[in-house]
């Protein structure tokens, strides 16, 4: 499996999703693993300027990326430690947008010495806490390759026995920036309905409500702030 993670073998889709539902999924997932270790896991969200939060890409491997940094948080974290979630969704020029994730915990840490080997595969470091977690080292480095894959980057910074901060960031393309050439059925099922609404407008003196119901449609349709 982790062969063939790499930019000739991986399949990536390039679909539409919502990065804020998705973050949603991801926490509503972790959740539990943090509850059942007594791990106190917070999350938090904000968006600069007028990102949207639709965007085109692979969600099946964001979500991959962002469970496996933040199960390993609360793996490593003993009954009673904190694990903070910080996102920012950022406009990159005007049809791009960014997500930055920054996870930070108080758990055990790693040592200096082991940090640049930490995206090396079968790489784990030797303590007596971290030797009765079960693991296969291939996790980070999965991780560290679909960063790349995605044209991304990851930094982490740690410290034994004070924890540990990934910095993750991920660039996307907005789901509707150049209009009709990506294909998807739910961007043609949209503009089917602003189309409709418009018309309805013109040819018939609809009140502005109308409009106003279409974007609500479309946002449901793709599970989006509008």
């Known amino acids: 499996e982790f062969n063939k993670l790499d930019e000739e073998n991986l399949q990536l889709t390039k679909e539409p999703f919502c990065l804020k539902k998705l973050w949603q999924e991801i926490i509503t997932i972790v959740e539990p693993r943090a509850a059942d ?48 979630c910080q996102v920012t969704i950022k406009a990159i020029g005007e049809s791009r947008i960014s997500c930055r994730a920054v996870i930070s915990d108080n758990g ?37 390759n679909l960063v790349t894959i995605l044209g991304g980057t990851i930094a982490v910074k740690s410290k034994v026995n004070a924890g540990t901060t990934f910095t ?26 602003g189309l409709l609404a418009l018309w309805a407008i013109q040819s018939r003196g609809m009140e502005g409500w109308l409009l106003a119901l279409t974007a609500a449609l479309a946002a449901e349709l793709l599970g989006c702030d509008y």
């Not at 085109?56 to 694990?83: C, E, P, W």
């Not at 660039?171 to 009709?180: E, T």
């Not at 739910?186 to 503009?191: E, G, Q, S």
């Open 108 to 144: 055990i840490g790693m040592s200096t010495a082991f940090l640049p080997h930490l995206f090396e595969s079968f790489s784990r470091e030797n303590t007596d806490e971290k030797s009765v977690t079960q693991g296969t080292g291939l996790g980070m480095p999965i991780t560290k």
């Open 37 to 84: 270790r007594g791990v106190r896991l917070t999350y938090e969200e904000q968006t600069e300027g007028t990102a949207a939060g639709c965007v085109l890409g692979s969600s099946l491997h964001v979500r991959q990326i962002f469970i496996n940094i933040l199960g390993n948080a609360i793996k490593y974290t003993d009954a009673g430690g904190h694990v903070l």
């Open 168 to 193: 993750v960031e991920l660039p996307f393309d907005l789901a509707f920036y150049g209009g009709i050439e990506w294909g998807h059925q739910n961007v043609y099922f949209t503009l089917a309905l």
